[in-house]
């Protein structure tokens, strides 16, 4: 919520076109101050002492943020043992094709919101925004949970899917070595330890950001260049990756067998909304953020759509790869690609470096999100989540207790063989869940709001169910057992986490968070100080223009 004080522009000041609504804790100091401390910090103190995140972000590095986390060519790479047994080639390829589909439906979704509030809080914001006034707190405290959960499995699965790459690709070169969870685990802990620094100083983050970008896109294009030169004159027939299904989980229906793959392609595509909660870094965020997210969402599909029809078009041996015990079957078919196992590790090392962007990008977001709904006092001790360190310039306290949460999760993996299932469905499950608030909460309202510059009329509005649709579609189906027959070292436990983890907010919420959650007492503060919309304002100035030129007259 924003208020002027006389004498002082604040740092966030909006230009005649932006409809940005400005946290009243943002920093409010004068021109002269901004211009001597952008100079020597990353961070702004206000009046008040509070020290708040400077405006470092451009177009470029929030692309790379939302790009380095989406990631979605790097996604299939490393989340390919969740799909190919499910259907093979084929389900893998036409999944990417319908999942981007309906992700251009969310994004645009999320995009309309950003553009008509953009907030670091990003979700659960716009369900303070727009949710009837008796049960905003409360929509936008679930929302707001339901994100941060969504950001921290997020994370977990990110990690996780790198450790099992790394762990693989020292199987790949000592064949006698077998695998075992606790290898996993313990690789997992020590990547997150490390990966977990780089989000320790902010003043390199925006450099890294964009760095991601431009590394992902390399290494994309290289594995992929490298694959079909040495598979020339080798390549599968098109039946092959078009029209063959493989079915070896269990399921004797063959349609169940393609939606419980559909999860490889449908987290690859997740997280969209990443960039929502860097609306406090970048100028003009009503107008990047839908840029960024709708960028994501189109640089994601070509580069994963290329990248697996040129690695399913180069597989020799498709039993060895489902069969492989990397437990990355990516590498088994870089293996064979270039028949040599030194070219395999390299390509490796190019997914890898893609993968710490990614990594790092997760605790970018996760963090963000972490401070901003501290912020309001949606979680335990957001006195403590609130802060931003005047040395670091980043929420950090925020950052450390996410990491704090990944090491725990990490756990699961030594309790299911399929964990990794787990954690991928609990990060589309509850972002999900969060995007649907705000999304019913806008079609209560008739889609009658004051909108941002981003706003696609019919197609939002038909945007919008499918984001609905889409969230049951996954929260059901995806929960189901990812091989047969079930057991309990192979068992989807994700439904258990979703309910236990929506039974302790909602817990919270009752004995303590409806006390303390404060955000609809700054959203009133904001509406008193916010009543006139910038478009007016430059509407009004028109026809005072207009007016004055005819009594001049």
Not at 240 to 247: D, E, G, H, R
Not at 469 to 475: E, L, M, N, P, Q
Not at 514 to 539: C, G, M, Q, W
Request: proline share 3%.
């Amino acid at each position: 919520m924003s208020s002027t004080f006389e004498g002082h522009t604040s740092s966030y000041d909006l230009d005649t076109y932006s409809q940005s609504d400005v946290h009243k804790r943002d920093a409010r100091i004068n021109n002269a101050e901004i211009e001597s401390q952008e100079k020597s910090t990353d961070i702004v103190d206000s009046r008040d002492g509070e020290v708040h995140l400077r405006k470092n972000f451009s177009l470029w590095s929030i692309l790379g943020v939302g790009f380095g986390l989406t990631n979605s060519w790097f996604g299939i790479s490393v989340s390919m043992v969740t799909g190919i047994s499910s259907g093979g080639p084929m389900m893998i390829v036409y999944g990417i094709i319908i999942v981007a589909l309906i992700s251009v439906c969310v994004g645009v979704s999320l995009g309309e919101l950003s553009s008509a509030y953009p907030h670091a809080g990003g979700q659960f914001w716009w369900s303070l925004k727009l949710a009837p006034p008796k049960h905003k707190r409360f929509a936008a405290y679930l929302c707001g949970s339901f994100a941060y959960a969504g950001s921290v499995f997020t994370s977990a699965s990110t990690t996780l899917s790198v450790a099992t790459e790394l762990v693989g690709m020292y199987a790949l070169t000592h064949p006698d070595f077998t695998p075992r969870r606790w290898h996993v685990f313990v690789c997992f802990e020590l990547l997150h330890l490390f990966l977990m620094f780089f989000n320790c100083y902010g003043k390199s983050l925006p450099l890294i950001s964009s760095s991601s970008l431009y590394i992902s896109l390399f290494s994309f294009f290289t594995i992929t260049v490298t694959v079909l030169a040495c598979s020339s004159g080798k390549f599968n027939d098109a039946k092959f990756v078009f029209a063959t299904f493989y079915n070896e989980t269990g399921w004797k229906s063959s349609g169940i067998a393609f939606i419980v793959g559909l999860i490889n392609p449908a987290w690859s595509f997740s997280c969209l909304d990443c960039a929502t909660h860097m609306a406090f870094e970048v100028e003009k965020p009503e107008r990047v953020i839908p840029t960024a997210i709708m960028g994501t969402v189109a640089i994601g599909f070509i580069t994963s759509f290329c990248y697996v029809i040129a690695m399913f078009f180069s597989i020799r041996d498709l039993d060895a790869v489902m069969s492989s015990n990397t437990g990355a079957p990516i590498l088994a078919i870089y293996d064979q690609a270039l028949n040599s196992k030194a070219g395999a590790i390299v390509l490796g090392c190019l997914v890898l470096f893609t993968s710490f962007g990614c990594v790092i990008a997760c605790h970018t977001w996760q963090a963000r999100l972490c401070w901003s709904f501290s912020r309001d006092k949606g979680l335990p001790l957001s006195r403590l989540w609130s802060q931003i360190s005047p040395q670091a310039g980043v929420p950090l306290n925020a950052h450390l207790m996410s990491c704090a949460w990944i090491s725990l999760i990490g756990l699961l993996y030594l309790a299911s063989t399929t964990a990794f299932n787990s954690l991928i469905t609990g990060c589309i499950a509850f972002l999900l869940l969060s995007y649907s608030i705000p999304v019913i909460c806008l079609l209560m309202k008739k889609r009658q709001i004051n909108h941002g510059p981003f706003w696609l009329g019919w197609f939002g509005y038909l945007s919008n169910f499918v984001l609905l649709g889409w969230s049951v579609f996954c929260i059901v189906f995806f929960s189901f057992p990812a091989v047969l027959p079930a057991e309990k070292d192979n068992m989807n436990y994700v439904a258990v986490v979703i309910v236990g983890y929506t039974a302790y907010a909602l817990l919270y919420w009752r004995f303590k968070g409806r006390k303390e959650f404060t955000a609809v007492i700054e959203e009133e503060e904001e509406t008193l100080h916010n009543t006139i919309d910038p478009y007016e304002v430059s509407s009004i100035n028109q026809g005072l223009e207009k007016s004055g030129e005819t009594q001049t007259q």
